[in-house]
T-cell receptor, first 110, second 116 residues
């Protein structure tokens, strides 16, 4: 069962920051939180992951609350090509497979 | 780094036929995963290999499904006696497990199966 909950959908204007929230109150202290996105009919694309500290890469920033119960993925300047389903993911109990929920459908419009 | 590749990208078959999909992971990635994704749902884990050993299978992997990774490189997923409910996108992912910290899985483009 998915350990994360996300809003079903979000809208964002092109050029603005997209902030995608995720609740993961049941993950354990050594479990990473991963973010992937999936553009229609393609395989999931890795975005970023984190454990405790905030993380940033060329695609996005990940802000994790101090209690690790939630996180926010930030796309600083959304473009139309960022329209996709975004998944916040935790691993299964064995730490092997990724458990996907239904994700958040982000729609970026001009 | 050429990424994970999967073949074929699309497969249409008739109910009752057998189908086989192939996945080539990123070079030197020792773990390989298979997932299935149906319309409107997120990917669901099926099974994974570490090198040539199949270490875990999901309840979703019925007896009609078999996966192999004979030399610890590419992998095949075979579905025997296909059913219409097998229609889905079959995704492969790989990672280099064993590095300190997390293991990021990198996905291929998937094979879309339609069973008529």
């Amino acid at each position: 069962d998915a350990k994360t909950t996300q809003p079903t959908s979000m809208d964002c204007a092109e050029g603005r920051a997209a902030n995608l929230p995720c609740n993961h109150s049941t993950i354990s202290g050594n479990e990473y939180v991963y973010w992937y996105r999936q553009i229609h009919s393609q395989g999931p694309q890795y975005i970023i992951h984190g454990l405790k500290n905030n993380e940033t890469n060329e695609m996005a920033s990940l802000i994790i609350t101090e209690d690790r119960k939630s996180s926010t993925l930030i796309l600083p300047h959304a473009t139309l090509r960022d329209t996709a389903v975004y998944y916040c993911i935790a691993p299964n109990q064995a730490g092997t497979a990724l458990i996907f929920g239904k994700g958040t459908t982000l729609s970026v419009s001009s | 780094d050429t990424g994970v590749s999967q073949n074929p990208r699309h497969k249409i078959t008739k109910r009752g036929q057998n189908v086989t999909f192939r996945c080539d992971p990123i070079s030197e990635h020792n773990r390989l995963y298979w997932y299935r994704q149906t319309l409107g749902q997120g990917p669901e884990f099926l099974t994974y290999f570490q090198n040539e050993a199949q270490l875990e299978k999901s309840r979703l992997l019925s007896d009609r499904f078999s996966a192999e990774r004979p030399k610890g490189s590419f992998s095949t997923l075979e579905i025997q006696r296909t059913e219409q409910g097998d229609s889905a996108m079959y995704l492969c992912a790989s990672t280099r497990w064993g590095l300190a910290g997390s293991e990021t899985q990198y996905f291929g483009p998937g094979t879309r199966l339609l069973v008529l």
